[in-house]
């Protein structure tokens, strides 16, 4: 040993590093034959309340599934304490694969996207016609992410009482897009036939009667109900969290999610939105690479059918106002 107690080069032969005690690896994964499946209704601070076999069922997210998100409407696999006592905690194993998931981004510049909801086959786009007026915008965009991830849409216009609703309505006819309309303290009759049968996520700016209209639908649901402000004509956001809720009598699912200012589709190309009407799809075959299919692209195919009278103008107008709405949020 050399001076100062330090080794030297000499020494080296006759050092041995500690080794570090690990427990011994192995492939072998747990098949968790005894997991029960059940779907998540509500997610709060890392922990999932589930639905399993009519029970009421608290679980988080086992270790491996990683960063994998577990959100409403998601189909899961789990084991533990599944009785829903108090205090009783299971283990979401696995997520089973989605139908459909209903995505947003922060805003157009947010490359992340985040999945809101899963496996609801209708988006329920709720608007007031007034107090606060219409954002033909946000329901265009709200549009975009209901097609593109294969849900059906339908427009829930709110307060018909206030205003006429066929104004709005004649601008989304072209699309063959499904709409009800309902009044302050109406009848719900149409809203029930439409929901029935379905899961549906229902989404909407503040203010707009969204959950008075869950309220309606499901009295014991207890959504907050908001106001809207007399000065800048907005709601407040009340409910904070997405909830699934059943439809009682009507062998249906709403999903309440929180209302929304913006709805960013970073994620969206516009081959993903062309790919949602078939027909006009097909009169795109012989677009220039890299069309985008909007107004100013020179040999477009929807110019083309146009043109030829093969296909309904308006259509096409309503495809590119759906285009145009992807990349500008300014509503």
């Not at 004649?170 to 009044?183: A, F, I, P």
């Not at 302050?184 to 899961?199: F, H, N, P, Q, W």
Request: glycine share 8%; proline share 5%.
């Amino acid at each position: 040993m050399s001076v100062r107690g330090r080794y030297d080069e000499n020494d080296q032969e006759h050092y041995e590093r500690p080794r570090r005690r690990t427990r011994p690896r192995t492939k072998e994964r747990p098949t968790y034959d005894d997991a029960v499946e059940g779907v998540v209704v509500t997610v709060d601070r890392g922990r999932y309340t589930l639905l399993v076999d009519g029970r009421t069922v608290m679980a988080m997210k086992a270790r491996p599934l990683g960063r994998k998100g577990v959100v409403v409407g998601d189909r899961v696999r789990v084991v533990g304490d599944v009785s829903g006592d108090d205090g009783s905690l299971s283990r979401i194993v696995e997520v089973t694969e989605r139908i459909t998931t209903l995505r947003r981004t922060a805003d157009d510049d947010d490359p992340v996207e985040r999945i809101i909801v899963a496996n609801a086959e209708q988006l329920v786009i709720v608007t007031a016609l007034a107090d606060p007026e219409p954002q033909p915008r946000l329901i265009d965009r709200a549009l975009v992410a209901a097609f593109v991830s294969g849900m059906q849409p339908l427009l829930c216009l709110t307060k018909s009482d206030l205003a006429d609703p066929e104004t709005l309505l004649s601008t989304y006819r072209s699309l063959g897009v499904h709409w009800v309309v309902t009044q302050r303290g109406g009848e719900l009759d149409a809203v029930r036939e439409r929901l029935s049968g379905k899961t549906s996520v229902m989404i909407g700016s503040s203010g707009v009667g969204k959950s008075t209209l869950v309220n309606a639908l499901v009295p014991d649901a207890h959504r907050d109900v908001g106001v809207v402000n007399a000065v800048t004509g907005r709601g407040r956001h009340t409910s904070t969290s997405a909830y699934m809720l059943e439809l009682p009598g009507a062998d249906g699912w709403i999903i309440d999610t929180p209302g929304i200012r913006s709805f960013g589709l970073a994620h969206v190309r516009p081959e993903d939105l062309i790919e949602a009407f078939p027909d006009l799809d097909e009169m795109t075959e012989e677009c220039p690479r890299g069309c985008t299919h909007g107004t100013d692209e020179p040999e477009c195919g929807l110019d083309v059918a146009v043109a030829a009278g093969s296909t309904d103008p308006e259509r096409v107008e309503s495809f590119r106002r759906l285009l145009t709405a992807r990349s500008v949020s300014d509503y």
